[in-house]
């Protein structure tokens, strides 16, 4: 496994600002998610961080809203732009450390849009 | 279309006792891997076990197992000897192919262990 810090662990923002949650990995990995769980949901995948190019999105999810960041193997940033209070939701990320394998989460960052 | 099914969306168990929560999916990738991760209150999604599609043998992990019924689609997981701290959120969640990025999560049981 690995250690997986999430800043900030929780925020309470107002409609319109914008927050960027950093996802800082003990040691480097290959892979690393953004994923989304809105209140009584289960967990939706946001997009793939990619090293040194640009976040694949999966549907639903575009870069404008939800640009990422992974400037190197153990970093990463996703921020949430231009919030509504629907963007309320658990963000989590997720490490691998080979594809495939098992996904790591870190303990997520809790936001509230006002 | 919904590929992983947890089809109890609560479940109570007697503190010391055994409880199984049910997953199903749907998949024609013969090569697959199947996760059950636990969320407590605190929102942190904790890896459990794993169960990989060509494994003979069932996983094990403490005091957790899983039921794996290829034929049938289905990965139980089975807790052991149930302690109050076992009270979450459980989600099964499952990869097709060995490098595909997609991991489909089910709905989620939660569990409640009455003291």
């Known amino acids: 496994s690995a250690v997986i810090s999430q800043k900030p662990s929780r925020d309470i923002c107002q409609r319109g600002t914008s927050l960027t949650i950093q996802c800082q990995v003990d040691?480097?990995?290959?892979?690393m998610f953004w994923y989304r769980q809105q209140p009584g949901q289960s967990l939706t995948l946001i997009a793939t961080?990619?090293?040194?190019?640009?976040?694949?999105?999966e549907s639903g999810f575009v870069i404008d809203k939800f640009p990422i960041s992974r400037p190197n193997l153990t970093f990463s940033t996703l921020t949430v732009s231009n919030m509504s209070p629907e963007d309320s939701s658990i963000y989590l990320c997720?490490?691998?450390?080979?594809?495939?394998?098992?996904?790591?989460f870190g303990p997520g960052t809790r936001l509230l849009v006002l | 279309a919904q590929k992983i099914t947890q089809t109890q969306p609560g479940m109570f168990v007697q503190e010391k006792e055994a409880v199984t929560l049910d997953c199903t999916y749907d998949t024609s990738d013969p090569s697959y891997g199947l996760f059950w991760y636990k969320q407590p209150s605190s929102g942190e999604m904790i890896f459990l076990i794993y169960q990989g599609s060509y494994d003979q043998q069932n996983a094990t992990e403490g005091r957790y197992s899983l039921n794996f019924q290829k034929a049938r689609k289905s990965a139980n997981l089975v807790i052991s000897a149930s302690q109050l701290g076992d009270s979450a959120m459980y989600f099964c969640a499952m990869r097709e192919g060995r490098r595909n990025n997609d991991m489909r999560f089910g709905a989620g049981t939660r569990l409640t262990v009455k003291p």
């Open positions: 040691s480097q990995v290959t892979m």
């Open positions: 961080a990619n090293q040194g190019s640009e976040a694949t999105y």
């Open positions: 997720s490490v691998e450390r080979t594809g495939g394998g098992t996904q790591y």
